[in-house]
């Protein structure tokens, strides 16, 4: 190559290097650092919890009101299972009524909380476990709507969901959770929203409490978080014949193994709304802070 034309060549690589950089930055700078956000778990229950006023969505609004406003949330719902870990990473997410039997006021109800894709770009990039997609299909199941409308009536945080992988062992999500931590000083409320006791089978709207191995499971589940014992939480199956009752498919457990994961040895861990409802589950909740 002659000097002339080595030397014309080389004057496109700080260019070249100025374009990517400049594609990264596109990537992280929606999520400035922040103080350590905590972490939610919220039992969220019947879906009609989405427009009553009762105890539970008091709780909800109250955390609004006293958490400090996000620059995101990052939601992982029970009702959201793929095979593979995936991120919603659309605009504006779809608000998915995956429900059936209710009132048509409940399918009406809409919130339109936009979606993330800075958000999605850091999960993507933060998680090392796996291989994260992007999803452009799915939206906002019940699972994070019916709590979240209560949390920020406004739908003015943006709100991502990522997947539960349904092939995976209740450790594997355990250990995957840890690796969000970093999320929570960008400005990112992680919010779990299932239920530690939900037996479906065994539901009965007559009864105003829990059958009695539904109040035992609890019980069980809430001295192990007390004494920060998370491996025999992930290993719940062998907890006894009560926790197995509570915990007939994991959907609605996994995603306190996900708050649990990412609780940190200094924070404490704050149970709420503690009520068993319909004999087979309960409202349970969990908020993680250093408070």
């Given at each position: 190559?002659?000097?002339?034309?080595?030397?014309?060549?080389?004057?496109?690589?700080?260019?070249?290097?100025?374009?990517?950089?400049?594609?990264?930055n596109?990537l992280?700078?929606?999520l400035?650092?922040?103080?350590t956000?905590?972490?939610?778990?919220?039992g969220?229950?019947?879906?009609?919890?989405?427009?009553?006023?009762?105890?539970?969505?008091?709780?909800?609004?109250?955390?609004?009101?006293?958490?400090?406003?996000?620059?995101?949330?990052?939601?992982?719902?029970?009702?959201?299972?793929?095979?593979?870990?995936?991120?919603?990473?659309?605009?504006?997410?779809?608000t998915?009524h995956?429900?059936y039997?209710?009132?048509?006021?409940?399918?009406?109800v809409?919130?339109?909380?936009?979606?993330?894709?800075?958000?999605?770009n850091e999960?993507?990039r933060?998680?090392?476990k796996t291989?994260?997609g992007?999803?452009?299909?799915?939206?906002?199941?019940?699972?994070?709507?019916?709590?979240?409308?209560?949390?920020?009536?406004?739908?003015?945080?943006?709100?991502?969901?990522?997947?539960?992988?349904?092939?995976?062992?209740?450790?594997?999500?355990?250990?995957?959770?840890?690796?969000?931590?970093?999320?929570?000083?960008?400005g990112?409320?992680?919010?779990?929203?299932?239920?530690?006791v939900?037996?479906?089978?065994?539901?009965d709207f007559?009864?105003?409490?829990?059958?009695?191995?539904?109040?035992?499971?609890?019980?069980?589940m809430?001295k192990?978080?007390?004494?920060?014992?998370?491996?025999?939480?992930?290993?719940?199956?062998?907890l006894?014949k009560?926790?197995q009752?509570?915990?007939?498919?994991?959907?609605?457990?996994?995603?306190?193994?996900?708050?649990?994961?990412?609780?940190?040895?200094?924070?404490?861990?704050?149970?709420?709304?503690?009520?068993?409802?319909a004999g087979?589950?309960?409202?349970?909740?969990?908020?993680?802070?250093?408070e």
């Open positions: 190559m002659k000097r002339k034309s080595f030397l014309k060549s080389m004057a496109f690589i700080p260019l070249a290097t100025t374009m990517k950089l400049n594609e990264l596109k992280t700078s929606g400035a650092a922040s103080e956000m905590p972490v939610l778990f919220l969220h229950g019947n879906p009609m919890n989405a427009i009553v006023e009762n105890e539970y969505a008091h709780a909800w609004q109250q955390l609004g009101k006293t958490l400090p406003k996000p620059a995101a949330v990052l939601c992982i719902s029970a009702h959201w299972q793929t095979k593979g870990t995936f991120v919603t990473a659309m605009e504006k997410p779809k998915i995956d429900f039997g209710f009132p048509k006021k409940l399918f009406a809409e919130y339109p909380a936009p979606g993330s894709k800075d958000l999605a999960t993507k933060t998680i090392r291989e994260v992007f999803d452009y299909d799915w939206g906002l199941d019940h699972g994070s709507w019916s709590v979240l409308k209560h949390v920020y009536p406004n739908a003015d945080v943006p709100v991502i969901e990522m997947s539960l992988d349904y092939t995976q062992s209740p450790q594997w999500h355990f250990e995957l959770a840890k690796e969000l931590a970093a999320l929570r000083n960008k990112v409320l992680i919010v779990g929203s299932g239920n530690m939900h037996n479906l089978r065994a539901i007559n009864n105003t409490g829990g059958f009695d191995w539904a109040l035992e499971a609890s019980a069980t809430k192990l978080i007390s004494e920060r014992n998370y491996a025999s939480l992930a290993n719940y199956k062998d006894g009560a926790v009752l509570a915990v007939p498919t994991n959907e609605h457990y996994l995603p306190m193994l996900y708050a649990l994961g990412l609780a940190g040895a200094d924070e404490n861990i704050t149970v709420f709304n503690d009520k068993a409802e087979s589950i309960t409202m349970t909740s969990l908020k993680i802070d250093k």
